[in-house]
């Protein structure tokens, strides 16, 4: 049996990613898997992904909505702004393994997408409507994974663990957010998404006789040198996440 570590929305936080990686060799996972928005931030990007492309077990990656946007020559920044940050601290050879990766992929009865198939901006896991965010209901989920036919799906974007069984479906697995347990967002309608506490977080998933069996993790980490290098390069918000699980 292989066993999965599932990690997604790292964001450039290298402290909570050196955590996540020390607890999954002491699990032996045998395979990682990495749902997208891996860099983008006010933190570590290149030091992110150094960590990831030195890596010495199997990985699969898929993009997510803000690893494609590094990549889209029309994308607006300004001097100060977290995605010229980013752009600006990547090596050459970094950006290059970044633009390698799918924005969707398969792997053994697995299905990885980071928001919906074919939309990395919309949750999977959760709808937003005037009314904000919320669990998206499980006939809805199920309505948008008609065509895909794997037993695990996995997703992320929203940064909040999910274990969602649909009836007559796929069970669904959103492991959380590595670096950035809380934000605020204005599309398609004002919300908020908050995992209510600080610690980095990733799943594992092993194929059992009886199906799949998941385990979501959450681990402490050094948070507070993680919120003062944003506030250092400009983002107040993000570091109040980072201190609390909070938005």
């Known amino acids: 049996m292989t066993r999965f570590a599932v990690l997604s929305d790292i964001h450039g936080n290298r402290w909570a990613l050196?955590?996540?990686?020390?607890?999954?060799?002491?699990?032996?996972?045998?395979?990682?898997?990495?749902?997208g928005d891996i860099v983008y931030g006010p933190l570590d990007p290149e030091a992110t992904a150094r960590l990831l492309r030195a890596l010495d077990i199997p990985s699969t990656t898929i993009w997510g909505n803000e690893d494609r946007v590094l990549f889209n020559d029309n994308a607006e920044t300004t001097p100060h702004s977290s995605l010229e940050f980013t752009r600006s601290n990547l090596t050459t050879d970094s950006l290059d393994w970044l633009s390698r990766f799918p924005r969707q992929a398969a792997v053994d009865d697995i299905y990885?997408?980071?928001?919906?198939?074919g939309d990395d901006e919309t949750y999977l896991t959760e709808k937003v409507d005037s009314r904000g965010a919320r669990m998206r209901p499980p006939g809805e989920i199920r309505s948008l994974l008609r065509n895909v036919e794997a037993r695990l799906v996995l997703c992320?974007?929203?940064h909040l663990a999910r274990n969602v069984q649909v009836p007559g479906g796929p069970l669904v697995l959103n492991p959380g957010s590595v670096g950035l347990p809380a934000y605020s967002?204005?599309?398609?309608?004002?919300?908020?998404?908050?995992?209510?506490?600080?610690?980095?977080?990733y799943a594992l998933a092993e194929k059992t006789k009886a199906g799949w069996s998941t385990e979501l993790v959450a681990l402490d980490y050094d948070w507070e040198t993680a919120a003062r290098t944003a506030e250092r390069h400009g983002r107040p918000d993000w570091a109040h996440a980072l201190r609390t699980g909070l938005a």
Do not use: F
Not at 112 to 117: C, D, F, M, Q, S
């Open 18 to 35: 050196e955590a996540v990686l020390a607890d999954i060799q002491e699990r032996r996972a045998d395979q990682l898997i990495n749902l």
């Open 112 to 117: 990885l997408t980071h928001g919906i198939p």
């Open 156 to 158: 992320g974007h929203s």
């Open 185 to 201: 967002d204005d599309l398609p309608h004002p919300h908020i998404m908050e995992a209510g506490s600080p610690r980095a977080r």
